[in-house]
């Protein structure tokens, strides 16, 4: 890792012991991170991955709150015409010192890391199949023409060649 790296996760890196030594403060998170130093480095993703987080300090531990955006570039699964957008997704999670909920994250040495709530966020908005509309009708298997802009008249009802050729054999011994 180059300092670089590690400089682009440091905002996500929060002093726990401080924030919840006052409940009730809240702390807002707001950075773009470079994918690659996220480890999210994903096929799809195309340009910093932007948090913007709120935590609230509470007496069994920090509510995290706020979206993790994470801008994308793919094709459509259907038609392969090329696709971009931002892709956001919705954070509300717990981190506590003492995991009192199951479903909690754990602050580790005083120091609430947001670095794999980031990662994990990004991930899965990343690993969504796209589709440049619902009703994509996708391409000729045959002649690769798009079907949303025409039509064809290929025939693509499935021909296994070698079934074929069967139908017409008479084995010699049966005539
Ligand atoms: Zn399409
Ligand atoms: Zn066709």
Do not use: K
């Amino acid at each position: 890792m180059t300092p670089d790296v590690t400089d682009s996760l440091r905002p996500l890196r929060i002093n726990a012991v401080e924030l919840l030594r006052q409940p009730g403060a809240v702390r807002d998170v707001d950075a773009a991170v470079d994918p690659e130093a996220l480890d999210a480095g994903h096929e799809r993703v195309d340009g910093d991955i932007r948090v913007d987080l709120h935590l609230t300090a509470m007496n069994d531990g920090i509510e995290v709150t706020g979206t993790v955006s994470a801008p994308w570039a793919t094709v459509c699964r259907r038609c392969l015409v090329d696709l971009a957008g931002v892709a956001v997704g919705q954070v509300d999670e717990l981190y506590q010192i003492e995991p009192l909920d199951p479903d909690a994250y754990l602050i580790e040495d005083g120091q609430l890391d947001l670095a794999p709530l980031v990662r994990e966020t990004a991930l899965l908005e990343l690993d969504l199949e796209r589709q440049c509309r619902d009703d994509c009708a996708g391409l000729c298997p045959v002649c690769g023409i798009d079907r949303n802009a025409g039509s064809c008249d290929c025939d693509t009802t499935v021909v296994d060649d070698r079934w074929a050729a069967l139908e017409d054999f008479v084995p010699d011994d049966q005539t």
